[in-house]
């Protein structure tokens, strides 16, 4: 499509809304999603607390050191700080602090917990990532026209 046939602008519509709309959902979704994947591995059978995380941590290791090629002091010490890093992006994404370093950060976690689904080979959840990742490349690409921020990420 050759940019000199887009449509003429609605009068009365301000420019670039929908890209500020799409931008917002997008880095809704993506901020509950890795917050509430952080709150849950706190979680044990319906209750949720800090020897929950330490516990679920240590099970989530040494599943994926039994499944693969990974070391234990490599899984264990990547399973301490899984939870408490998407509870920290997932906050600056709902929050809209700094959001284009917060996606990248998204993009770094569900990255690296692909590359330990694919060293596990777990297809599926592979696939489940690399959704994520897609939508995280799209909130990149509209990072520009973010509104509704507590601290905005800088426009140049």
């Known amino acids: 499509m050759n940019p000199d046939d887009a449509p003429a602008p609605t009068p009365g519509a301000r420019p670039g809304c929908e890209y500020a709309a799409a931008f917002l959902l997008l880095r809704l979704f993506l901020g509950l999603r890795t917050l509430l ?8 059978q319906g209750t949720y607390g800090l ?3 330490a516990q679920n941590a240590a099970h989530l290791a040494q599943g994926i050191t039994n499944a693969s090629f990974l070391p234990l ?22 929050l809209g602090i700094k959001s284009r370093l917060a996606l990248m950060l998204a993009g770094a976690v569900y990255l690296s917990l ?14 489940w990532l690399a959704i994520h990742i897609g939508l995280i490349a799209g909130a990149l690409v509209l990072v520009r026209h973010e509104r509704f921020a507590l601290w905005p990420t800088n426009r140049s």
């Not at 994947?37 to 044990?44: L, R, T």
């Not at 002091?73 to 709902?94: D, F």
């Not at 060293?119 to 592979?126: F, I, L, N, S, T």
């Open 37 to 44: 994947s952080g709150v849950e591995k706190f979680e044990n």
């Open 51 to 53: 020897g929950n995380y």
């Open 73 to 94: 002091w490599l899984t264990r010490g990547y399973a301490l700080a899984l939870g408490y890093g998407l509870l920290v992006v997932g906050g600056m994404l709902l």
């Open 114 to 127: 692909a590359f330990g689904l694919m060293a596990v080979q777990e297809a599926e959840g592979v696939a």
